[in-house]
């Protein structure tokens, strides 16, 4: 999946976050309840785990 590029500044803040709790969209936008997620950065990539795979999601 491709999307607009995370800066440096991003991913600095996004790598110290400790298991941010993300609300998924719906299909009619509206988010979901919040799902306790596990980030992890290799190098200047992000990858996102929860107890569900979340397809898209926005910072």
Do not use: C, F, K
């Not at 790598?15 to 941010?20: G, L, Q, V």
């Not at 992890?40 to 569900?52: E, F, G």
């Amino acid at each position: 999946m491709t999307g607009t590029p995370w800066t440096t500044a991003q991913l600095d803040r996004i790598e110290i976050a400790d298991e941010p709790d993300i609300p998924p969209p719906r299909s009619d936008s509206s988010p979901h309840n919040p799902l306790t997620t596990w980030l992890v950065r290799a190098a200047d990539d992000l990858y996102v785990r929860s107890r569900r795979w979340i397809r898209r999601s926005s910072v």
